[in-house]
């Protein structure tokens, strides 16, 4: 299990040509589901259907764009926490499929000096509702760079929860087929590369 690649680094394929903004959570959906994400997107979905679905969530007003430009979506979650929260996200593509989805929350109230309002008093609430909206099953792992991180294995899909730092709680969702397709091509690629010296 690689829980010590915790974010792997891809390109984002395609940039948005237009504003779209980060869902809520209070929809509806099978998030027990191994490809479910949130607010009826999942893993393996199409870069033009995620496009489309932010597109409608944006008319909705249930998602809008975030500080950071065009991949950076943002909801504002009011009522699930004792104050309001900013979810944050915005997926990697893989072949024009979501593969990896991180998602940053943090308290709107939060300040330096606000010690209430950090991320090691959100963490415990993002994980009470994650059990929730996912599973109870939380796995706690101490990393060696990350800390403290809850993770979560279904079927093809892996959670990982934790504090990124004093602001931000860090979730990251991957789909695990790709993951190991796109490991075993780099160890192909990597020995093929390989010259032995005589």
Same mark, same amino acid.
């Given at each position: 299990?690689?829980?010590?690649?915790?974010?792997?680094?891809?390109?984002?394929?395609?940039?948005?040509?237009?504003?779209? %903004?980060?869902?809520?959570?209070?929809?509806?959906?099978?998030?027990?589901?191994?490809?479910?994400?949130?607010?009826?997107?999942?893993?393996?979905?199409?870069?033009?259907?995620?496009?489309?679905?932010?597109?409608?969530?944006?008319?909705?007003?249930?998602?809008?764009?975030? %500080?950071?430009?065009?991949?950076?979506?943002?909801?504002?979650?009011?009522?699930?926490?004792?104050?309001?929260?900013?979810?944050?996200?915005?997926?990697?593509?893989?072949?024009?499929?979501?593969?990896?989805?991180?998602?940053?929350?943090?308290?709107?109230?939060?300040?330096?000096?606000?010690?209430?309002?950090?991320?090691? %008093?959100?963490?415990?609430?993002?994980?009470?509702?994650?059990?929730?909206?996912?599973?109870?099953?939380?796995?706690?792992?101490?990393?060696?760079?990350?800390?403290?991180?809850?993770?979560?294995?279904?079927?093809?899909?892996?959670?990982?929860?934790?504090?990124?730092?004093?602001?931000?709680?860090?979730?990251?969702?991957?789909?695990?087929?790709?993951?190991?397709?796109?490991?075993?091509?780099?160890?192909?690629?990597?020995?093929?590369?390989?010259?032995? %010296?005589?």
């Amino acid at each position: 299990m690689y829980i010590k690649n915790l974010i792997l680094p891809f390109f984002i394929l395609l940039v948005l040509g237009q504003g779209c %903004s980060s869902p809520g959570i209070g929809v509806d959906e099978d998030y027990n589901s191994s490809d479910s994400l949130f607010l009826g997107m999942y893993l393996g979905m199409g870069q033009q259907d995620f496009f489309e679905l932010c597109t409608e969530l944006n008319k909705q007003e249930l998602i809008t764009q975030g %500080s950071g430009g065009n991949t950076n979506v943002e909801h504002r979650m009011t009522d699930e926490f004792d104050s309001e929260v900013s979810m944050r996200f915005f997926p990697t593509f893989i072949e024009n499929k979501v593969f990896e989805m991180p998602v940053t929350y943090s308290y709107i109230a939060w300040a330096p000096w606000n010690k209430q309002y950090w991320a090691d %008093s959100l963490l415990e609430k993002v994980l009470d509702k994650y059990k929730i909206w996912y599973g109870d099953d939380f796995t706690l792992i101490n990393h060696p760079d990350q800390g403290k991180v809850y993770y979560k294995i279904d079927k093809k899909r892996r959670i990982n929860l934790f504090i990124r730092d004093e602001q931000y709680v860090q979730a990251v969702f991957t789909d695990l087929k790709v993951e190991k397709r796109l490991r075993e091509e780099f160890e192909k690629t990597k020995s093929s590369n390989y010259e032995p %010296s005589n």
